[in-house]
T-cell receptor, first 114, second 114 residues
């Protein structure tokens, strides 16, 4: 089945250290991939997306992600984590390319400790 | 505020009652999506509209669920004869009409069925 997977339920990192939140995909066709962040009791906020072009995508709040076709991955990264980055992160795939409906991974909780 | 808005933000109801949620998308967005998110899970697609036409419904959307977007602007999601399993966060998102367009999410309506 076509899907995206987030292999880690939780990632812990110290403030100031680099962070990586992993996402792998198993889809056919063009993999339109997205990252969203969700704070407690809030909706999802868009961070960045890969549609085509440069494999390194830069997004909001200093986040970036690298599309790697050979490893079928789209990991989210940030060079220096902030305590305020602590939240739930979702990788998503545009499941159809025509309807735009998103298929989400199960989410990764990022905990940044001071 | 020109983002996606949802009303109410919270709803507590008794099993068997009907509930209706409203979503107001970003004004120029043609597409409107409904998702359901249960605790600890990623959002799951329910249905979407392109202007006033409902073009796809998930198998998750039983016959107790109905959604409308009568004038291609706001949308309503109604759940009849609510069950405890309907307890979840209901998220609305909107986007422009093009492949790979970003979906912008509202804050969600949290439903608790007692």
């Amino acid at each position: 089945a076509q899907s995206v997977a987030q292999p880690e339920d939780q990632v812990n990192v110290a403030e100031g250290n680099p962070l990586t939140v992993k996402c792998t995909y198993s889809v056919s066709g063009n993999p339109y991939l997205f990252w969203y962040v969700q704070y407690p009791n809030r909706g999802l906020q868009f961070l960045l997306k890969y549609i085509t072009g440069d494999n390194l995508v830069k997004g909001s709040y200093g986040f970036e992600a690298e599309f790697n076709k050979s490893q079928t991955s789209f990991h989210l990264k940030k060079p220096s984590a902030l305590v305020s980055d602590s939240a739930l992160y979702f990788c998503a795939w545009d499941g159809s390319g025509n309807t735009g409906k998103l298929i989400f991974g199960q989410g990764t909780t990022l905990q940044v400790k001071p | 505020d020109t983002g996606v808005s949802q009303d109410p933000r919270h709803k507590i109801t008794k099993r068997g009652q009907n509930v209706t949620f409203r979503c107001d998308p970003i004004s120029e967005h043609n597409r409107l999506y409904w998702y359901r998110q249960t605790l600890g899970q990623g959002p799951e697609f329910l249905t979407y509209f392109q202007n006033e036409a409902q073009l796809e419904k998930s198998r998750l959307l039983s016959d107790r669920f109905s959604a409308e977007r009568p004038k291609g602007s706001f949308s309503t999601l109604e759940i009849q004869r609510t069950e405890q399993g309907d307890s979840a966060m209901y998220l609305c998102a909107s986007s422009l009409l093009a492949v790979g367009e970003t979906q912008y999410f509202g804050p969600g309506t949290r439903l608790l069925v007692l």
